[in-house]
């Protein structure tokens, strides 16, 4: 069979008129019967569709439970820290640098604390109070 061999006509006001040849008017005509032919048909309620859309409203439920716990933990996430945590890094850099800065000027006044006792241990041998 060719795809000649089928032809799809539609009765309008008791005329058989093929698809192709169908106007507006004529679709118009013919929608309502075929609307209410496509609700007859979908009347009759398959137990097995019956039985995956009711496995279908679980998992949309289940999912829904699931999505409902996932916003709870994200409001109850703490507040984003990465700022504050860049600002410490920061100001423990500096005080690093002043600490360093400190060590270098005690040990510059430990040296010249030494060179003034050997002056001062030098001016007592050199005069001894009687």
Do not use: W
């Amino acid at each position: 069979m060719t795809r000649s061999d089928f032809s799809l006509a539609i009765f309008v006001n008791s005329q058989q008129i093929p698809v192709e040849n169908l106007t507006k008017k004529d679709m118009r005509h013919c929608l309502i019967p075929i609307l209410i032919a496509f609700a007859c048909a979908s009347c009759g309620e398959d137990p097995k569709l019956v039985e995956k859309h009711e496995k279908q409203k679980a998992e949309v439920t289940r999912l829904k439970g699931e999505l409902a716990l996932i916003e709870e933990k994200l409001k109850n996430m703490p507040a984003d820290v990465s700022e504050d945590l860049e600002k410490a890094k920061k100001q423990s850099e500096e005080q690093a640098a002043t600490a360093a800065g400190l060590e270098k000027e005690i040990a510059a006044l430990e040296a010249r604390k030494r060179s003034l006792q050997a002056e001062f241990d030098a001016y007592r041998a050199k005069y001894q109070v009687k």
